[in-house]
């Protein structure tokens, strides 16, 4: 990885990683992320970690309706009706 | 399935529920939050402040689909106009408790500076696997950064990242363009980032 390069293309491209991520780029503009992307190590870093903050928050476990919840929206059926 | 006019796909069993209701079968009222309830109380619980919100919001929103269901004409998915409805019930109570106006997020101040700390690799977590690292303290820390997003924000992060909503659906739910949904995601999962960098760097 070349750490020493100019990094005047990486608030341009930074701008760009979650539409890159989720495949919303064109061909070419995805060519240019990826090009500067295996020669700037800083993006590449915020790259994955943007991803698997994306996944993290994807797998978070939904909680059970709470039964007294249930209860008043039958309820609410029942006498709104 | 029957074709929607515009995206998606009116699935056969919420298409016979509309029916039924507009029938006048209110027995299938009770099938309608069976089925929709898991889903609002969850959505509530990512976008309201307390357990308590999330509870009034499913509340209010059932109210409002009761009340507005016989009108539903399958311009978008039954499940995504009852988000529709969540999403509107919860500006309304944001509007109603007097919230302060939140501050925007800037990209500026999201951007990692390159020369003041460099990091050049990956930091381990980026590369664990999800079931690793997603225990009962790292979810609450992500709930808690996500809480702390401003609600326009919120909202996008929850339907696009967490709701499984595509770009145009979230755009139609919330009434925004698809380049503002962008945008608000963008910026929303950096924040979201930001904070779970700053939770492993200070890890003992």
């Not at chain 1, 991803?51 to 007294?68: F, G, H, Y």
């Not at chain 2, 079968?25 to 939050?33: A, Q, R």
């Not at chain 2, 079931?131 to 401003?150: K, T, V, Y």
């Not at chain 2, 919120?154 to 145009?168: C, I, K, N, P, Q």
Request: aromatic residues 8%.
């Amino acid at each position: 990885m070349n750490t020493d390069h100019n990094h005047d293309m990486c608030k341009a491209y930074f701008a760009k990683l979650s539409e890159f991520i989720d495949q919303e780029l064109g061909d070419d503009v995805c060519r240019d992320i990826q090009k500067h992307l295996e020669s700037c190590g800083c993006c590449n870093a915020c790259l994955e970690t943007l991803k698997k903050t994306i996944q993290l928050c994807a797998n978070i476990k939904d909680k059970p309706v709470p039964s007294e919840l249930s209860r008043k929206l039958k309820h609410m059926i029942r006498h709104r009706i | 399935m029957i074709k929607n006019n515009t995206q998606g796909l009116v699935p056969d069993e919420d298409q016979a529920l509309i029916d039924g209701i507009k029938r006048g079968e209110t027995g299938l009222f009770e099938t309608l939050v069976d089925k929709y309830s898991p889903r609002l109380y969850n959505f509530g619980l990512k976008i309201c402040k307390s357990r308590e919100d999330a509870e009034d919001l499913v509340q209010e929103s059932f109210i409002n689909i009761f009340r507005y269901v016989k009108d539903f004409r399958q311009e978008a998915s039954l499940k995504n106009w009852m988000y529709r409805i969540a999403a509107s019930v919860c500006w309304k109570m944001k509007r109603k408790t007097g919230s302060i106006k939140e501050k925007d997020l800037s990209l500026e101040e999201l951007m990692p500076d390159h020369h003041a700390s460099p990091e050049q690799v990956p930091p381990a977590w980026a590369h664990e696997p999800v079931a690793q690292l997603l225990n009962q303290e790292l979810s609450g820390q992500i709930q808690n950064a996500i809480s702390r997003l401003p609600t326009p924000y919120r909202l996008v992060l929850v339907l696009r990242d967490m709701e499984g909503f595509s770009t145009d659906e979230t755009a139609d739910i919330l009434s925004i363009t698809p380049a503002n949904v962008k945008v608000r995601l963008h910026r929303a999962r950096l924040f979201v980032r930001d904070d779970l960098k700053e939770y492993y760097e200070h890890r003992p």
